[in-house]
């Protein structure tokens, strides 16, 4: 039998997989004699244009990629053969069994094995994720992770494969909503289309979930669509459990939100706070949101006080009063003028409180902190201004939280010569302060400063 040679270069060794309208094949390149993958998708009756456009995707998407344990592009190709049209996609060839093949055969995987390999794909997720623009994978499984040379106390090399789900952020904007993934490793936001680095944070804690369970996501309970897991593991470490357990949080807000910090955790389980990762304070209205890219925190408006009422009705009835001591048949005497005076200066008053009442009730504030600056904003009935004055995001030096009273904290977020102060003017309670300060902490990787102040003394916690 002639063996079949694509493009006058590629000879066919045989067929890795397939599926409908594509086929993966192992080949030699005839040139540097190295073998290769050729990945192909056809144009069929089951094509679809959304197919190609992916197809294309992880072509582009590998050609910009330069990493150990990601099989590299070598070639793209258009075929055109009287039994067969479509695309071809060549990239290096990976000897190895995926972790799927291993799991099946009844390999079973240590604590410490786990541990290396999430430590091994945090590493290659990192890589990814600090692309410009970040590359999201989205189809984390343990089809797509290769191991080669694993012996008795090593997992050995470990490769990410597979990119034909991949995202970047451009691609984001594309106006068009594409469902991605494999069932049992897609985190909940992207049943909606949305994809973020944390999204496959999700897929990799799903993936420890079977090494350790040996059972698939989907054959594990659920309760509000947390992976309910801990029960059948007694073996394992709980620092690493609670680590998983934080993985895969179905809320982005409360999952892990960089590879970095999941990293970090692994290496320093002491990092891991049960208490911090808690839950938002019922009751809170404050919205936070993160990821790898930013963390943004939106406070409500913090509603009107006794105080600002009382001032109101004050100020209102003093000038009620005052206009009510005028006789307006006569001309104005002397202490009329002085009255009118005392009459305009409520009046200001009046409006001034007013003004308050605008910004208790409707002015929410935004602090936001990216790769390149930090920022709060005001705004108020479609109005936008700086609170305070942006700052260079390398500039952060601390983050403390000061008690000013028996009840009353606030957090302060240094940036060079600026004060970022939230927290007392919000109305924020004891548990919120605490809540939104521990996850600026995880996002910003710095420890937060407790800092006593008695009188005109401030004492370091």
């Given amino acids: 039998m002639i063996a079949k040679v694509l493009a006058e270069r590629y000879e066919v060794q045989g067929q890795l997989g397939k599926q409908t309208g594509r086929q993966t094949l192992l080949a030699r390149d005839l040139q540097t004699q190295e073998l290769v993958v050729i990945k192909q998708l056809f144009l069929g009756n089951d094509f679809e244009w959304q197919d190609l456009n992916l197809f294309e995707r992880e072509a582009e998407t590998l050609k910009e990629l330069d990493h150990p ?44 094995e786990v541990k290396e390999l999430a430590k091994s794909l945090l590493e290659i997720l990192i890589y990814l994720h600090k692309q410009e623009p970040p590359v999201i994978h989205r189809d984390i499984k343990p089809s797509n992770i290769l191991l080669h040379s694993r012996s008795g106390h090593s997992v050995g090399q470990v ?76 073996h394992l470490n709980p620092n690493l459990v609670d680590w998983l357990e934080w993985m895969t949080e179905p809320s982005l807000s409360k999952r892990l939100s960089s590879a970095e910090e999941a990293l970090r955790c692994l290496k320093n389980p002491s990092s891991i706070d049960k208490k911090s ?15 790898s890219e930013f963390i943004e925190i939106i406070f409500p408006p913090p509603g009107v006080g ?55 009730l ?24 700086n609170h305070f004055e942006p700052a260079a995001r390398q500039d952060i030096s601390y983050l403390k939280i000061e008690k000013i009273g028996a009840n009353l904290s606030e957090v302060i977020v240094k940036a060079g010569n600026q004060k970022y102060r939230l927290g007392v003017k919000q109305k924020l309670s004891e ?31």
Avoid at 77 to 82: A, V
Avoid at 283 to 290: A, F, M, P, Q, R
Avoid at 431 to 459: H, V, Y
């Fill in 69 to 112: 344990a990601i099989p590299r592009y070598l070639d793209y190709l258009e075929i055109d053969e009287p039994d067969s049209k479509g695309f071809a996609l060549i990239q290096t060839y990976v000897e190895g069994k995926t972790l799927e093949d291993h799991l099946k055969a009844g390999r079973s995987f240590s604590e410490s």
């Fill in 362 to 385: 409707f002015r929410k504030l935004r602090l936001r902190i990216d790769r390149q600056q930090i920022s709060c904003t005001s705004y108020l009935l479609g109005l936008r201004w």
């Fill in 277 to 291: 990762i808690a839950l938002q304070p019922q009751g809170s209205d404050i919205k936070l949101t993160k990821n």
């Fill in 159 to 234: 490769y990410l494969v597979d990119f034909g789900s991949v995202q970047n952020q451009a691609a984001k904007f594309g106006g068009t909503i594409t469902v991605v993934g494999t069932y049992g490793y897609m985190a909940p936001e992207q049943f909606g289309g949305r994809s973020v680095p944390a999204s496959d944070l999700y897929g990799l804690g799903s993936t420890l979930i079977y090494l350790v369970t040996g059972l698939h996501p989907t054959e594990l309970a659920q309760q509000d669509l947390k992976i309910q897991f801990a029960a059948r593991i007694t």
């Fill in 306 to 360: 006794f105080g600002l009422i009382a001032l109101f009705s004050t100020a209102v009835a003093a000038t009620a009063i005052l206009w009510g001591n005028f006789d307006y048949n006569k001309p104005f005497t002397n202490s009329e003028i002085n009255l009118l005076i005392l009459v305009m200066i409520a009046e200001s008053l009046s409006v001034a409180v007013a003004v308050m009442f605008l910004f208790a």
């Fill in 431 to 461: 548990a919120e302060i605490q809540w939104f300060a521990t996850e600026l902490s995880q996002w910003l990787g710095l420890k937060i400063q407790r800092i006593l102040t008695d009188g005109k003394k401030k004492i370091s916690m």
